[in-house]
């Protein structure tokens, strides 16, 4: 019988996510250290018995919680150490790790120009393995080496390289299957592999261009090469509209953002729907969120 001493219960986990709206969950469990990981089966079996699901995160704010209560279990990861080879240019992070802070180190201590894109990134490494997170053009696959991962349906320690996590567009195969938890990663970052080169000025761009309200950053990726999210909602007039005060900002219309601190979820998807009804009407397109949608069912 598992130990229920683990859980936190009734877990107010609204800063979990930058949109910041009301949410709870019912059971909650931080991961801190390799003990609170071997923990896992015992808590995965308790889930499979009491017919609960079971919502991993990892330090990142991309995430709109479209409930007000969780029924289930949430489980935190919060492992946190990493180190720099200067000779082999290797780089190992635990998967909880915020990217901006190893980019700020990696720049001040050791030379790697890294800062000008990821400083910004408001996710962990696990989190950016996870959705494949990328910086004008400088995609988390193009240096990934491999992570160290625990299998949740064989309770096995793999090692997965490049080729097994099979990166796509803002995706992997951790994203595809939520059958492997990440517990540490590598990259190699001996040489800079950018799909495109670019001289954006990140830290300007994300600074005064870039709006400031709470927001997941860009909500939808974009759905062709020709066509961006963000242009595809603005020629169908949503840049300018507001709905309870809830709106695709005028600065960035990717960007779905409040003016108010008590926003409802129900606000933030009745906009999302009427995007992706609008822009499959006008366009032909599916709109798919780049900004992970986590429902109480």
Same mark, same amino acid.
């Given at each position: 019988?598992?130990?229920?001493? @683990?859980?936190?219960?009734?877990?107010?986990?609204?800063?979990?996510?930058?949109?910041?709206?009301?949410?709870?969950?019912?059971?909650?469990?931080?991961?801190?250290?390799?003990?609170?990981?071997?923990?896992?089966?015992?808590?995965?079996?308790?889930?499979?018995?009491?017919? #609960?699901?079971?919502?991993?995160? %990892? %330090? *990142?704010?991309?995430?709109?919680?479209?409930?007000?209560?969780?029924?289930?279990?949430?489980?935190?990861?919060? #492992?946190?150490? %990493?180190?720099?080879?200067?000779?082999?240019?290797?780089?190992?992070?635990?998967?909880?790790?915020?990217?901006?802070?190893?980019?700020?180190?990696?720049?001040?201590?050791?030379?790697?120009?890294?800062?000008?894109?990821?400083?910004?990134?408001?996710?962990?490494? *696990?989190?950016?393995?996870?959705?494949?997170?990328?910086?004008?053009?400088?995609?988390?696959?193009?240096?990934?080496?491999?992570?160290?991962?625990?299998? #949740?349906?064989?309770?096995?320690?793999?090692?997965?390289?490049?080729?097994?996590?099979?990166?796509?567009?803002?995706?992997?195969?951790?994203?595809?299957?939520?059958? @492997?938890?990440?517990?540490?990663?590598?990259?190699?970052?001996?040489?800079?592999?950018?799909?495109?080169?670019?001289?954006?000025?990140?830290?300007?761009?994300?600074?005064?261009?870039?709006?400031?309200?709470?927001?997941? *950053?860009?909500?939808?990726?974009?759905?062709?090469?020709?066509?961006?999210?963000?242009?595809?909602?603005?020629?169908? %007039?949503?840049?300018?509209?507001?709905?309870?005060?809830?709106?695709f900002s005028e600065k960035h219309a990717n960007f779905l953002i409040s003016s108010k601190k008590n926003w409802s979820w129900r606000d933030l998807i009745y906009l999302v729907e009427l995007?992706?009804?609008?822009?499959?009407?006008?366009? *032909?397109?599916? #709109?798919?969120?780049?900004?992970?949608?986590?429902?109480?069912?």
């Amino acid at each position: 019988m598992i130990n229920l001493d @683990y859980f936190k219960k009734d877990v107010d986990i609204k800063e979990l996510s930058n949109f910041k709206t009301k949410a709870f969950t019912k059971l909650y469990f931080e991961i801190h250290s390799r003990q609170d990981v071997d923990r896992l089966p015992e808590i995965v079996q308790y889930a499979k018995e009491e017919k #609960l699901k079971i919502l991993f995160i %990892w %330090w *990142g704010t991309n995430l709109l919680f479209a409930f007000d209560i969780f029924d289930w279990i949430v489980i935190k990861n919060c #492992l946190q150490w %990493w180190t720099y080879d200067r000779n082999t240019k290797i780089l190992e992070s635990y998967s909880s790790e915020k990217t901006s802070d190893i980019a700020k180190s990696l720049e001040n201590d050791y030379g790697q120009d890294l800062r000008h894109r990821f400083i910004w990134l408001p996710w962990s490494i *696990g989190w950016a393995v996870f959705g494949n997170a990328w910086s004008f053009w400088l995609e988390t696959e193009g240096n990934f080496k491999e992570a160290e991962v625990l299998d #949740l349906s064989t309770w096995k320690i793999e090692i997965m390289d490049k080729e097994k996590v099979n990166f796509s567009y803002r995706n992997s195969l951790f994203k595809e299957t939520n059958r @492997y938890f990440i517990i540490k990663t590598r990259f190699d970052l001996s040489e800079k592999k950018e799909k495109y080169s670019s001289d954006v000025d990140n830290i300007d761009f994300r600074e005064n261009k870039q709006p400031k309200w709470n927001s997941g *950053g860009s909500f939808f990726k974009n759905p062709t090469k020709e066509l961006s999210a963000g242009k595809a909602i603005e020629d169908v %007039w949503l840049k300018w509209y507001r709905y309870n005060d809830v709106f695709f900002s005028e600065k960035h219309a990717n960007f779905l953002i409040s003016s108010k601190k008590n926003w409802s979820w129900r606000d933030l998807i009745y906009l999302v729907e009427l995007a992706k009804t609008k822009v499959k009407d006008k366009f *032909g397109v599916d #709109l798919e969120p780049e900004v992970r949608v986590i429902y109480n069912s």
